[in-house]
């Protein structure tokens, strides 16, 4: 079955840098789309970025050129390289996988597998 956990999260000071990193097994990691999302306390989870089967990557408005989504098709392992770390980039960050193309991919309703997150706390 598809497993994927993430890891790297912890507390940095604003202007900060920090590195998340999901493992994924149970699936041919290559043939996803692949994406990470965070939930701030009290707030639904949002989308923030994501890479497709071809390795294009898309970024919300309120982490583009502060955030970089890349993954390693040999271990298999997505990462999320977040740089000019603000207070309000505190969230749970979570990974996340899916098979099938098209569809809302900023919606977590597209997303079929999930980790179970690691938390950022920017202060």
């Known amino acids: 079955h598809v497993q994927l956990v993430e890891s790297g999260g912890g507390l940095v000071q604003p202007g900060g840098s920090l590195s998340c990193s999901c493992a994924?097994?149970?699936?041919?990691?290559?043939?996803?789309?692949m994406g990470w999302f965070r939930q701030a306390p009290g707030k639904g989870r949002e989308w923030v970025a994501y890479?497709?089967?071809?390795?294009?990557?898309y970024y919300a408005d309120s982490v583009k050129g502060r955030f970089t989504i890349f993954q390693d098709n040999t271990k298999p392992m997505l990462y999320l390289r977040m740089n000019t770390l603000k207070p309000e980039d505190t969230a749970m960050y979570y990974c996340?996988?899916?098979?099938?193309?098209?569809?809302?991919?900023?919606?977590?309703?597209?997303?079929?597998?999930w980790g179970q997150g690691t938390q950022v706390t920017v202060s």
């Open positions: 996340a996988a899916e098979l099938v193309s098209g569809g809302n991919w900023r919606s977590i309703d597209h997303w079929s597998y």
């Open positions: 890479i497709n089967r071809g390795g294009g990557t």
């Open positions: 994924a097994s149970g699936l041919t990691f290559n043939s996803y789309f």
